[in-house]
């Protein structure tokens, strides 16, 4: 066992799977008809990543994260990203001080737990660039002055992937920062009902409390990290990245950041089973919504109707999958 890690027992991991169900299903009260979609969101928070939800208005984007802001009772900030807004605007500006004659710290958006980025697409590529250092880092440099951001933080941005007037597109820089794209869609004809039924008449959001706090989360984070992922099921995830990067109809493949946070999306999820390692079926799981806006088709494929995700499909029917009883 390594240094600084703590035993873990099987009643340590149904505990943990029973508080990230309880967050899943406390978010689903709320978002209605979308668990797997929630599960995923969970997920990345666990795993310290960050979530890109690329979908049409209307659809639950900004509920998700207010839903999960107070089911973990941590604090929530929402930035509307338009052309006029300022990188500082983001992170934080000094102020000067008449009285103490010296230049005061007003920290910025970005300073939350939860942080709703909605239509991030709609602000320019200074602005955006504003959230590459907190998003990776977890802290903000200002004049010189760093600043550490607190624990949990997760950024939720959200972009409209039909309305192109007066955006910019994210640069694959930001891309690559997103740990999982995740697209909620329109649910199913019963969920609608459903949702009709309930926030028809008012917002279900005043109605959750929260099941957790920040040092509880925090906790799911460290005990995730401590996962198990056999050598075997390290070569796995890479030669997956490896078979994107070699495609002759991939221009641009996944990154070694990808393979890392495949790699911890798939101990998250795992640890949500009440696990302590890891499978190939939590990999394929995830490949999807951590690789495809990774990913970037050649022009001649995407003429041919080919997209990165009938392409990543392929790619996981035929690299090998490593044997059961050689994964442990």
Excluded at 274 to 302: E, F, Q, W
Aim: aromatic letters at 6%.
């Amino acid at each position: 066992m390594e240094v600084g890690v703590e035993q873990r027992t099987a009643t340590d991991w149904e505990h943990f799977a029973e508080r990230f169900r309880a967050i899943e299903e406390n978010v689903d009260r709320v978002v209605q008809g979308k668990r797997r979609e929630v599960r995923l969101v969970v997920a990345g928070l666990v795993a310290e990543g960050h979530i890109l939800i690329e979908d049409v208005p209307g659809v639950g984007k900004t509920m998700l994260a207010k839903a999960l802001a107070r089911s973990i009772d941590c604090s929530f900030r929402r930035i509307q990203f338009t052309p006029d807004l300022l990188p500082s605007d983001v992170t934080g500006v000094n102020v000067f001080n008449q009285e103490q004659g010296d230049f005061d710290f007003k920290p910025g958006a970005i300073f939350a737990n939860i942080v709703l980025g909605d239509e991030i697409n709609r602000a320019s590529p200074k602005t955006q660039s504003a959230l590459l250092e907190s998003m990776e880092e977890r802290q903000v440099t200002v004049d010189t002055e760093t600043y550490q951001l607190g624990s949990p933080f997760m950024v939720i941005a959200t972009q409209n992937p039909i309305e192109h007037e007066g955006t910019y597109p994210l640069p694959e820089a930001q891309l690559d920062r997103f740990m999982m794209r995740v697209s909620l869609g329109y649910p199913d004809a019963d969920a609608e009902m459903d949702i009709l039924a309930t926030h028809g008449v008012a917002s279900t959001l005043e109605d959750i409390g929260p099941v957790t706090d920040a040092p509880g989360v925090t906790g799911l984070i460290r005990m995730a990290r401590e996962v198990h992922v056999a050598p075997t099921l390290r070569r796995y995830v890479v030669d997956l990245s490896d078979a994107t990067r070699r495609h002759p109809d991939v221009y641009l493949g996944a990154s070694p950041r990808a393979s890392i946070m495949l790699l911890r999306a798939s101990r998250a999820l795992a640890a949500s089973d009440g696990r302590d390692y890891v499978i190939p079926d939590d990999v394929k799981a995830l490949a999807a919504s951590v690789l495809t806006h990774r990913l970037i088709a050649t022009a001649d494929a995407s003429m041919r109707g080919r997209s990165v995700g009938v392409i990543l499909d392929e790619l996981l029917d035929e690299v090998p999958v490593p044997v059961k009883g050689k994964t442990a």
